[in-house]
C-alpha cells in the first residue's frame, strides 16, 4: 500500500481482534468497539509492551492538546481526566498488572498482548496492544472495546469516536 507521496510503508486498516485474545471477548459487551492492524516488514518488537512504548515516543504533538481539550469539557460532568501521555522514557521492567501506564491501569501483560483500561463512573474503556509473528514480519492490532455506564457515557463515546480512530490510526502509522 502507498503511504505518502511515493513511499511503499504499510497503513493501518481495520480488522477482528485476535481469535483468542482477552480484548476479543470483551468485544461481545462492548457498546463501541474497533480494531486496527498494521503490518511491520521486520520482527522490530519483542513483546506488545515495546509496541505501545513505540507508539508512545513516536506520537504526535496534537494528541496530547486534544486529550487536554478533552479533560477540560469533561471535568463538568465528573469524568475521570487523563492527563495525557507522558512524554519521558519508562522503564518496562516497572510496568506490571495493576500498575498505572499514562492514563491506563495494566489489566494485562503478556508476550503478545497487554490490556489497558481506563475506568469511570460513565464509562470502562480497554485497550489492547496485540503483537503476531510471521515469517515476513509482525502484526500490531490496537483494539478497543467501551461500555458506558450511564447515557452520558454512551453520548462520550459517540462524541470522541471519530477523534478516537484518528488518535489510533495516526499512532499506528508512526510504527510503519
Given at each position: 500500500m502507498k503511504f505518502g507521496f511515493g513511499s511503499t510503508r504499510e497503513r493501518p486498516r481495520r480488522c477482528r481482534p485476535p481469535v483468542?485474545?482477552?480484548?476479543?471477548?470483551?468485544?461481545?459487551?462492548?457498546?463501541?468497539?474497533?480494531?486496527?492492524?498494521?503490518?511491520?516488514p521486520t520482527q522490530r518488537y519483542a513483546n506488545a509492551l515495546q509496541v505501545y512504548l513505540g507508539m508512545r515516543r513516536r506520537m504526535p504533538g496534537w494528541i496530547n492538546w486534544l486529550l487536554a481539550a478533552r479533560d477540560l469539557l469533561c471535568r463538568a460532568f465528573g469524568m475521570t481526566p487523563t492527563r495525557g501521555f507522558a512524554v519521558n522514557e519508562m522503564d518496562p521492567a516497572r510496568v506490571d498488572v495493576g500498575s498505572k501506564l499514562d492514563f491506563f491501569r495494566v489489566v494485562s501483560a503478556t508476550r503478545d498482548e497487554l490490556v489497558l483500561r481506563l475506568e469511570d463512573r460513565h464509562f470502562q474503556v480497554s485497550v489492547s496492544v496485540c503483537l503476531g509473528h510471521e515469517p515476513t514480519g509482525q502484526l500490531i492490532r490496537v483494539?478497543?472495546?467501551?461500555?458506558?455506564?450511564?447515557?452520558?457515557?454512551?453520548g462520550y463515546v459517540r462524541l470522541i469516536e471519530p477523534f478516537h480512530r484518528q488518535v489510533v490510526w495516526s499512532m499506528l502509522s508512526r510504527l510503519a
Open positions: 483468542g485474545s482477552v480484548i476479543e471477548a470483551l468485544f461481545r459487551e462492548a457498546y463501541y468497539a474497533d480494531c486496527y492492524v498494521l503490518r511491520v483494539a478497543t472495546a467501551v461500555v458506558p455506564r450511564s447515557r452520558l457515557g454512551k
